[in-house]
């Protein structure tokens, strides 16, 4: 009897095992949020002033208040997750779908050119924000679904690696698609917004809006179809009762390990996003390689793309602490020898693939250790189950947070300084403050994001423990 029980346990566990293909297909789900955030942080903004014609303050409106509003969705749509009843679907898959459709929609019209004057900045504004809600309620529960595909460690960070691979490759895809299909309209940025309404200037906006809805209609496609290989490829496993989510957040937000890994990797996520940011400007104008940026930025992509899976290898090799501390300072050295050595491209090119490498780790790192803090959690936390959609959702507010303080300081920042658009050569003071952007305030970031680090205290004796001991609790 004994001998059957082991073997039909034996069987279950089989059974229940991650295979290739549901890692495969848990990681295409990342890539409709990388897609269209690429997308839109790229093209939206010379939209909005080049086809739509707005006011370049109503843009800046647009722009910040939608990433406002996106911060601020993050923490209400973790909590309405917590509240979800479990179904034959689970409870992260039936939001993941049925915010699919209306999510598409919604971001298709963000490219259309209404045919109003007086509502243009409250159709933008509308469908924006209206997007970013919906993006939401998809982002937090699949972000939170690495809890509930498996119950291994090992298994959960096999499919963040496929899943971070994928998520960079989807930068490089939304780049591709919406950067190709709008430059076949083949007009030089700035004509529309600063020359009347002619017939032949009337003829390339209209193909510019035809370029525009065409590229969102193909991201759109791309966004279903991976909705759609995720819930057919993925089973979302049940999890154990839980308790309020008044009570889960304070407990969420008073443990410890939590609370020291999201600062280190909110310091070091503002790091890379003030270097991402500014290095296309600092390129162009600091360093004068004006024709090349584009291609330095795709060889950021194409590095980390590449140097994932290494990143992977390494830390289940040497320790997740260990790949914090090599990966995250990697690009450092880099970041300096580029502001201080004479213009050179190879040397940019250089810091390019090395700023790639690290990206890498920075996308990788944080999502792989997630997990280790929830089950940390739920060692100590028996009887408080339930809360991981509270773990994700303030790791995505947090993050998105440093997103928006990127581009406050940034812009603010060249403003101070006397940045001039449609000019060939900026000022003294504005070369200056693209250098600080690009190595000082990033190093400066990475190190005290470091030093917080340096107090998290899950090392790899302390996860193969909390390992054990959730073995245990759920036989």
Known sequence: TVKVQKSMKSFQERKRALTVWSKVCF????????????????FLQIFLLDVALLDPLNASVILFAGRA????????VGFLISRSPWTRHGRMMPWILMSTIP????????????????????????????????????HVPYSALTMFISNKQQERDSATAYRM??????????????????GMA?????????QPLTPLSSYVSLSQRRA????????????????????????EQDTQKHVSFQTGLRLVMGHGPYVKLVLAFLFTSLAFMLLEGNFAVFIKYTLGFREDFQNILLVIMLSATL????WQWFLCRFGKKTAVYIGIPWAGPFMILVVCVKSSLLVSYIVSIAAGASVAAAFLLPWSMLPDVVDD???????????????????????????????????LALSFAGYVTGVCVQSDSVNLTLKILVSAAPVSLIVLGLLIFKMYPINEERRQYNNKQLQLLLR
């Open 27 to 42: 990681a295409i789900g990342g890539a409709p949020y990388q897609i269209t955030a690429t997308a839109l942080g790229f």
């Open 69 to 76: 509003w996106d911060a601020v969705t993050d923490p209400a």
């Open 103 to 138: 999510a598409v929609l919604c971001y298709f019209l963000i490219w259309v050119v209404p045919p109003i004057e007086q509502g243009k900045m409250m159709w933008y504004l509308l469908f924006y924000c209206l997007f970013q809600t919906l993006q939401t309620c998809f």
């Open 165 to 182: 691979t994928v998520e960079v490759l989807g930068t490089v895809i939304g780049t591709a698609v919406q950067g190709q299909i709008v």
């Open 186 to 194: 083949n007009t030089p940025y700035g004509f529309i917004s600063h």
């Open 212 to 235: 525009y809805m065409i590229a969102s209609a193909v991201i759109s496609l791309i966004y279903v179809l991976c909705a759609v290989v995720l819930f057919f490829g993925v089973r």
């Open 307 to 310: 140097t994932i899976p290494m």
């Open 377 to 411: 959690f739920k060692v100590q936390n028996p009887t408080s189950q339930g809360h991981e959609a509270i773990f994700y959702s303030f790791y995505v507010f947090f993050t998105k947070f440093a997103s928006g303080v990127s581009l406050g300081v940034s812009t």
